[in-house]
């Protein structure tokens, strides 16, 4: 079973960490948590994350590890003092478990336009048809 470690915290359920922190029940530990969406195209799994406003050269890391994706942003306010302001500043985070055909060593990004987008290559399967298997007693 992979462990999903963050912040010297070791989980057993990554996917329960990523539920966590999904908006809807704010609780997020790590940051404030970075949206995403993501989808299978020309056999890639595609995550696109909206990071606006960030410099990818100095403030986005992104890790896999143990089958779990890593997206880590730093986003500093540029106004000293805002009248309101609800936009979100700070450290930023999001892991995501990657598909079990993910080949991690062909993983790609790119940022355009406060969108960063992640591909993983995802390796070949061969669909095996269904079989009965006999009970031995």
Do not use: N
């Given at each position: 079973?992979?462990?999903?470690?963050?912040?010297?915290?070791?989980?057993?359920?990554?996917?329960?960490?990523?539920?966590?922190?999904?908006?809807?029940?704010?609780?997020?530990?790590?940051?404030?948590?970075?949206?995403i969406e993501?989808?299978?195209?020309?056999?890639?799994?595609?995550?696109?994350?909206?990071?606006?406003?960030?410099?990818?050269?100095?403030?986005?890391?992104?890790?896999?590890?143990?089958?779990v994706?890593?997206?880590?942003?730093?986003?500093t306010?540029?106004?000293?003092?805002?009248?309101?302001?609800?936009?979100?500043?700070?450290?930023?985070?999001?892991?995501?478990?990657?598909?079990?055909?993910?080949?991690?060593?062909?993983?790609?990004?790119?940022?355009?336009?406060?969108v960063?987008?992640?591909?993983?290559?995802?390796?070949?399967?061969?669909?095996?048809?269904?079989?009965?298997?006999?009970?031995?007693?």
């Open positions: 079973m992979a462990l999903l470690e963050r912040g010297g915290m070791r989980f057993p359920f990554p996917a329960l960490t990523e539920w966590l922190e999904h908006p809807m029940f704010g609780f997020r530990p790590f940051g404030q948590i970075i949206r993501d989808y299978v195209a020309d056999s890639r799994y595609v995550l696109r994350a909206e990071l606006p406003d960030v410099d990818p050269d100095k403030d986005v890391e992104v890790t896999v590890e143990d089958g994706l890593f997206i880590r942003a730093e986003k306010r540029k106004l000293a003092e805002p009248h309101r302001s609800e936009f979100v500043y700070g450290s930023l985070t999001r892991a995501v478990m990657l598909p079990a055909a993910a080949k991690t060593g062909d993983v790609k990004a790119t940022y355009k336009a406060g960063l987008e992640i591909s993983v290559g995802l390796a070949e399967s061969e669909k095996e048809e269904g079989r009965r298997i006999t009970v031995e007693h």
